[in-house]
């Protein structure tokens, strides 16, 4: 009596290991599928162009530099138009690339300035705007 009982705990055990591996075996089937979706190419590219797009600082340098070469296109179309001289044609390309650096330039130097103005390194009452201590300053 007590073999059958002990044989009938190992036949629950051997079935309970079977059930146990075929669920792993599920599990390790399912993440191997979902790491060879990730590896594909088109995936890899995919979520790096969806982790540079939800990225603020990105988004802010891709609008500035579009501002900037849009507001070089307008200038050099308003001040140069259709000319056919070639000339005036590289002046208005010249005109172009200076007006879109400095458009450039001018917001990224804004967003700068913004960052600088939100994390003030002066905690002097006496000279605001001085990143010097007071008793450096008594020193000049």
């Known amino acids: 009596m007590k073999n059958n009982n002990e044989t009938e705990e190992l036949n629950q055990a051997i079935i309970r290991l079977?059930?146990?591996r075929v669920y792993e075996l599920q599990l390790l089937k399912e993440q191997?599928?979902?790491?060879?979706?990730?590896?594909?190419p088109i995936n890899i590219i995919k979520n790096t162009f969806q982790d540079v797009a939800s990225s603020p600082t990105v988004k802010k340098s891709i609008l500035n530099t579009a501002m900037g070469i849009g507001a070089g296109f307008l200038s050099k179309k308003f001040l140069i138009g259709n000319s056919h001289n070639p000339i005036k044609k590289l002046f208005g390309t010249f005109l172009?690339?200076?007006?879109?650096r400095a458009v450039t330039n001018i917001k990224a130097g804004n967003n700068v300035a913004e960052e600088n103005s939100a994390t003030s390194f002066s905690k002097n009452e006496e000279y605001p705007n001085s990143t010097f201590s007071k008793t450096e300053m008594h020193n000049f």
């Open 32 to 40: 191997f599928q979902i790491a060879y979706e990730s590896l594909k």
């Open 96 to 100: 172009e690339f200076a007006v879109a």
């Open 18 to 20: 079977n059930h146990k």
